[in-house]
């Protein structure tokens, strides 16, 4: 099955730095690599999301790159500030039919 | 609109005592439907996933079961809760997307936080 390693675990950046989030993925037919945000005791919520078609994704602040030869996909937060302090997850998808996949999660703290 | 609902919210519950949690999905059809753990500080674990009425499919095996009985709710149940069984449970839905039937973002329902003791 498909397995995603994410890192670093943790993360601290000044605010107005950026920060840079690293999976990769094994199964070279994941098509599908959403990236989520979860804030303490709160629910894992989508940020931005990325399909196989495409190499680079950006919405405001954060952009992702995906690298299908390598098999590994990057979140990108610039201009950080405190409200981007949670723990981020990324993941991986096969197909319709099977589940994601998570990474363990990154603690991004934003130092002001 | 899509809403998901999971219950309860917290939940303490003795070593060796029954566990049921309860997931709903309004305003989607065919969901599917998936069950994950995540212990204090650690990641999103897979436990349970089903792409139709009482089809579940289990990615660890443990003293935990899911069913699915109707096509928008999904039950995770124990018969005897462990002290490792303690964590935040979380409850999503997708749907599947296109000609390709491609998936799509998963939703999370506020999750139970259950400490057994």
């Known amino acids: 099955g498909e397995n995603v390693e994410q890192h670093p675990s943790t993360l601290s950046v000044q605010e107005g730095d950026s920060a840079v989030i690293k999976c990769t993925y094994s199964?070279?037919?994941?098509?599908?690599f959403p990236w989520y945000k979860q804030e303490l005791g709160k629910r894992p919520q989508l940020i931005i999301d990325?399909?196989?078609?495409?190499g680079e994704k950006k919405d405001q602040r954060i952009a992702v790159t995906l690298n299908k030869t390598a098999k590994h996909f990057s979140l990108h937060i610039t201009e950080t500030q405190p409200e981007d302090s949670a723990v981020y997850f990324c993941?991986?998808?096969?197909?319709?039919?099977?589940?994601?996949?998570f990474g363990k999660g990154t603690r991004l703290s934003v130092i002001a | 609109s899509q809403t998901i609902h999971q219950w309860p919210a917290t939940l303490v519950q003795p070593v060796g005592s029954p566990l049921s949690l309860e997931c709903t999905v309004e305003?989607?059809?065919?969901?599917?439907l998936y069950w994950y753990r995540q212990a204090a500080g650690r990641g999103l674990q897979l436990l349970f996933y089903?792409?139709?009425?009482?089809?579940i499919s289990s990615e660890v095996p443990q003293n935990l079961s899911a069913s699915r009985p109707q096509d928008r709710q999904f039950i995770l149940s124990s018969k005897k809760l462990l002290l490792s069984d303690s964590g935040f449970y979380l409850c999503?839905?997708?749907?599947?997307?296109?000609?390709?039937?491609?998936?799509?973002?998963?939703?999370f329902g506020q999750g139970t936080r259950l400490t057994v003791v």
């Open positions: 305003g989607t059809s065919n969901p599917n």
């Open positions: 993941a991986a998808d096969l197909s319709g039919n099977t589940p994601l996949v």
């Open positions: 089903s792409v139709g009425i009482g089809q």
């Open positions: 199964d070279s037919a994941s098509n599908y």
């Open positions: 999503a839905w997708s749907v599947l997307t296109g000609d390709f039937r491609l998936n799509t973002e998963a939703f």
């Open positions: 990325i399909r196989s078609n495409v």
